[in-house]
């Protein structure tokens, strides 16, 4: 990959890159140091990479520094923090937006990336097996399992109101 062809791919996948993580993270600050972090990567890999497998490429990198920072972050917790259930039930939601919100919260990792970028950026199953490491049967089962897993949320009126 030429130093052209590095500019193009910030150009071409950063905000997607961006919009990813931020929804995986809901943090900004550190969606932006994730996206950073992959375009660094691919800056000193560029001449093991060739431009056509640059997104998948960014994609990949991106979702294992996503997810190492989870796990860091996971282990930082607050002990005083409010058991799930006792927060829903004094916090009614009204707006749909934030309910989809929680929803995701409520699925893993995975099931939560996979849901994002297929239903969310419009990505194929094989380019989602690319970027996640899965082939695309398992791409798929996973997809329906936390789509179940969301449909099962959404249905329930204490959830939703």
């Known amino acids: 990959m030429t130093e052209k062809e590095y500019n193009q791919c910030v150009d071409l996948y950063a905000d997607n890159l961006f919009r990813f993580i931020v929804k995986n993270l809901d943090h ?3 969606a932006r140091d994730v996206v950073q972090n992959a375009f660094e990567i691919l800056w000193k890999h560029c001449n093991d990479v060739p ?9 990949t990198v991106a979702y294992h520094n996503m997810i ?15 058991k799930e259930e ?17 929803a995701l919260d409520k699925l893993t990792d995975v099931q939560r990336s996979l849901i ?26 996973y997809l329906h399992r936390a789509r179940l897993h969301l449909k099962q949320y959404l249905v329930k009126m204490e959830n939703v109101i």
């Open 116 to 141: 994002l970028l297929k239903d969310y950026e419009g990505y194929s199953y094989e380019e989602i097996g690319e970027i996640m490491q899965l082939n695309p049967s398992q791409v798929k089962v």
């Open 51 to 59: 431009f056509e497998k640059g997104k998948s490429y960014l994609f």
């Open 28 to 30: 900004t600050e550190d």
């Open 86 to 102: 006792t927060r829903i039930s004094e916090q009614r939601i009204h707006d749909a937006k934030k309910v989809l919100e929680k």
């Open 68 to 82: 190492d920072h989870v796990r860091k972050v996971k282990r930082i917790t607050l002990v005083d923090e409010f």
